[in-house]
């Protein structure tokens, strides 16, 4: 560990610890244990937020599929910070067809999260319309709860109810970041829910003609919104650094459907 402060790169210290007499398994988590340590004490020093664990696929050996229990869902594309996956296959047609028709008749006008009071309220930044769904609500609902759990590791009472959201030609969702804003007077009420949102899964329920991407302007990313296929983001701390300041594109023709998945840090109740 010393070695680390004097300046030697990881593997080299990690080498030498095995050449010591070190099991690898043990050594390698040694090793992580004591750079995050270093990495936290740094971000605590330039007044960032702790990091909590965050949800995250099993990717170590980059597979091509990942079993989500009863569907083998496709890794299509990962970037490490942001930490950004997409998925393939997550739902079927069907199953979209079946979330867009049990969510058509609730739709409103979207409210998000009023940070500066814990309540909710219109956004002029959201132009799309939206419903949430309780947990479990609906066999459709339930087992795309479960697959995502699955999928990213996470417990599935932490999430959220899915919220679907229905864009019209112009709608978009300007670029946010999905954390509660520690600073804001109400987040403190939001947070007794079940702590931070630490990662987000948007699922996409049609294939929009043009337009309506999930944009991340940070990194200049543009995820396309194909039917089935799914973005998912962590952010280990609510701070900008985190780099997942991330947007709904204009929808230029056709329509966009999408059912979001918010995860907490604890049981969402
Ligand atoms: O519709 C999207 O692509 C989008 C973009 C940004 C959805 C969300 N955020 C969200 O639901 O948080
Ligand atoms: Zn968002």
């Known amino acids: 560990m010393q070695q680390a402060q004097a300046g030697y790169s990881a593997p080299v210290v990690l080498q030498s610890m095995i050449d010591a007499g070190w099991d690898e398994t043990v050594a390698t988590e040694a090793l992580e ?3 995050r340590g270093h990495l936290e004490e740094a971000a605590r020093s330039k007044g960032l937020p702790p990091a909590s664990k ?19 869902v496709h890794v299509l594309m990962t970037m490490a910070r942001p930490r950004v996956v997409v998925f393939g296959n997550l739902l079927s047609g069907e199953e979209c067809d079946a979330i867009i028709e049990a969510a058509r008749p609730r739709m409103a ?15 002029a930044d959201r132009t ?5 769904f309780s947990r479990g609500e609906n066999a459709v609902v339930a087992r795309l709860e479960a697959r995502i ?3 990213i590791t996470w417990p599935l009472e932490n999430g959220e109810g899915l919220q679907v959201l229905h864009y019209r030609p112009g709608a978009e ?19 007794r829910r079940g702590g931070q949102r630490v990662g987000t899964v948007v699922v996409y329920l049609n294939d929009p003609e043009k337009g309506g991407g999930t944009t991340f302007p940070d990194v200049q990313l543009e995820v396309a919104p194909r039917r089935g296929n799914a973005v998912f983001f962590s952010y280990e701390r609510p701070h900008a650094s985190t780099q997942t300041l991330h947007g709904g ?17 604890r049981e969402f109740h």
């Not at 409210?111 to 219109?122: D, F, K, S, W, Y």
């Not at 799309?128 to 949430?132: A, I, K, L």
């Open 109 to 123: 006008r979207s409210l998000t999260v009023a940070t500066q009071t814990g309540g909710e309220e219109l956004n």
């Open 33 to 35: 244990n004591t750079l």
């Open 249 to 265: 594109a204009p929808v230029v023709a056709g329509e966009k459907w999408i059912a979001t998945k918010w995860l907490r840090e």
């Open 54 to 72: 965050v949800p995250e696929p099993s990717l170590a050996d980059s597979p091509l599929f990942l079993d989500a229990g009863d569907r083998q």
């Open 149 to 151: 759990a699955r999928l």
């Open 173 to 191: 969702y300007k670029p946010h970041h999905d954390y509660f804003d520690p600073a804001a007077p109400g987040t403190p009420t939001i947070l």
């Open 128 to 132: 799309s319309n939206g419903m949430f």
